[in-house]
């Protein structure tokens, strides 16, 4: 669930107007792969039976996944930067991805752990451990192919959504929050191939992985 840049073969597209290009690069930033695992908390603390727990447990444990899944590997992308290990935060030279992307699989798998000794429903623990197997099936692919982080992590999103909703675990306006994880993956996706960073096929490509990682992990095991 890393973040994803462009290659050599996948350009921006000049005749794109700058301001939509602008819109395409905040929306991609905001919905980041290192921002996913948060807002599935949020979704998890806020709309499903975990919503009666006190707003103080809540935000802790939102926080602590904020902690291990976003900060902990920005940080340690910064590191490998200073010690000239990754060349930018972007991490656009896909050689140099190995190490980040298996910092953020031991990142998801700890959170796995975090939410289990919070006693947290199986479905979370799953989520996080889907996470974890995505991002090591991508780093795999990324050394031929350049699948799409991005899609992959939003699309995985819409996987534990949807599930979430067909068992009766979404407690408030489950048919829109689907519509809305779908939609997010959809224009997610525009927004790689407006940004020139993905073809069709690649943003296709990692949605498709991330919605039957997560979805057929918690089919199977939740």
Not at 12 to 39: K, M, N
Not at 91 to 101: G, L, W, Y
Request: proline share 5%; net charge positive; aromatic share 10%.
């Amino acid at each position: 669930m890393m973040n994803d840049t462009p290659t050599q073969q996948n350009t921006e597209t000049p005749a794109v107007p700058a301001g939509l290009r602008r819109c395409a690069q905040i929306f991609s930033d905001v919905f980041s792969p290192l921002l996913i695992p948060t807002y599935g908390m949020v979704i998890a603390m806020t709309m499903t039976a975990l919503s009666i727990l006190p707003a103080g447990i809540r935000l802790g444990a939102t926080l602590g996944v904020a902690f291990i899944t976003a900060f902990i590997p920005t940080l340690f992308i910064f590191i490998l930067i200073r010690m000239g290990k990754v060349s930018d935060t972007s991490i656009s030279d896909r050689h140099q991805r190995t190490a980040p992307f298996l910092a953020s699989v031991a990142c998801y798998i700890g959170a796995a752990v975090y939410v289990s000794a919070l006693h947290a429903p199986r479905w979370l623990m799953l989520f996080f451990a889907a996470a974890a197997a995505m991002s090591l099936i991508s780093l795999l692919i990324t050394h031929w192919w350049k699948i799409s982080a991005h899609t992959g992590a939003a699309a995985g999103l819409a996987g534990v959504v949807f599930w979430l909703g067909a068992n009766h675990i979404l407690l408030f306006h489950p048919l829109a929050m689907i519509s809305g994880a779908i939609l997010l993956v959809g224009l997610l996706a525009s927004s790689r191939i407006i940004l020139g960073r993905h073809t069709l096929m690649q943003v296709t490509a990692g949605a498709l992985l991330g919605f039957f990682i997560e979805y057929g992990t918690l089919l199977l095991f939740a």
